[in-house]
């Protein structure tokens, strides 16, 4: 019987390690059948939505974009705390954006992609991009369109998941968002997960000289 334990646990972290290993080599986005494990509570206890608006220092006139809201597991909170403001979440699928549609009445929501927002330039205070920057193929290309339409007094905020197939380390997001003209303001971090907030510095060399078609 314990040779049948250890063979199931072998099977469990070969079928993780292989989704992990297929998402990450094939930029592979998160399937809408997984739409319910974003909302179960205990994800939502260590993801914990409330500390993310208060890391952000969201402010109730604030105008808020989440990119890659998925079924709005976390845009509800932010649309809750912008009673005054705008909260906007966009996703690529149209399946995430169906099951959002209960979830956060109090948001816009919009199929778009994170290449090419389709926002005016400085219309956001705050954006957010939860478990979404590793699945992201030309992620330079979408950090600068997030530079774009955030205001230069804005933040943005980052996060990512160790359970999610995608998850990459600290130290790589904040490179790849310095990398795009932003500078790391606060971290915060536990077992299961983290969220670094950044703003944006004043010039970004990539900035200056990058538009997307
Ligand atoms: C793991 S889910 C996270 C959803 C939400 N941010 C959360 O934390 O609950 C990632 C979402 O990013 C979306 N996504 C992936 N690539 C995208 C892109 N290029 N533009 C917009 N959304 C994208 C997927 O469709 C999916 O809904």
Redesign the pocket.
Same mark, same amino acid.
């Given at each position: 019987m314990r040779h049948w334990g250890w063979f199931a646990a072998g099977m469990l972290v070969g079928a993780f390690t292989s989704v992990r290993w297929a998402t990450k080599r094939f930029h592979l986005?998160?399937p809408v059948a997984v739409a319910p494990m @974003?909302v179960h509570p205990w994800r939502l206890a260590y993801?914990a939505p409330e500390r993310l608006v208060q890391l952000l220092d969201v402010a109730p006139d604030h105008h808020i974009l989440? +990119?890659?809201?998925?079924?709005s $597991? @976390?845009l509800k909170a932010f649309a809750e705390a912008v009673p005054r403001g705008l909260a906007v979440g966009?996703? +690529?699928?149209w399946g995430?954006l169906a099951r959002a549609q209960g979830r956060a009445a109090a948001a816009a929501l919009c199929r778009?992609?994170?290449?090419r927002l389709p926002f005016a330039d400085a219309s956001f205070d705050r954006v957010v991009l939860? $478990? +979404?920057l590793p699945?992201?193929a030309a992620r330079a290309q979408?950090l600068q369109e997030v530079r774009r339409v955030l205001k230069p007094s804005g933040a943005l905020l980052v996060g990512e998941e160790w359970l999610?197939p995608e998850f990459v380390p600290w130290h790589v997001t904040r490179q790849w968002v310095e990398a795009a003209g932003f500078r790391l303001e606060r971290a915060e971090r536990n077992w299961l997960s983290y969220a670094l907030r950044f703003t944006p510095t004043a010039t970004s060399a990539s900035a200056a000289h990058f538009r997307p078609k």
């Open positions: 986005i998160t @974003l993801r989440e +990119v890659g809201c998925g079924n $597991a @976390l966009i996703d +690529v699928q995430m778009a992609t994170a290449l939860i $478990a +979404v699945m992201i979408a999610a």
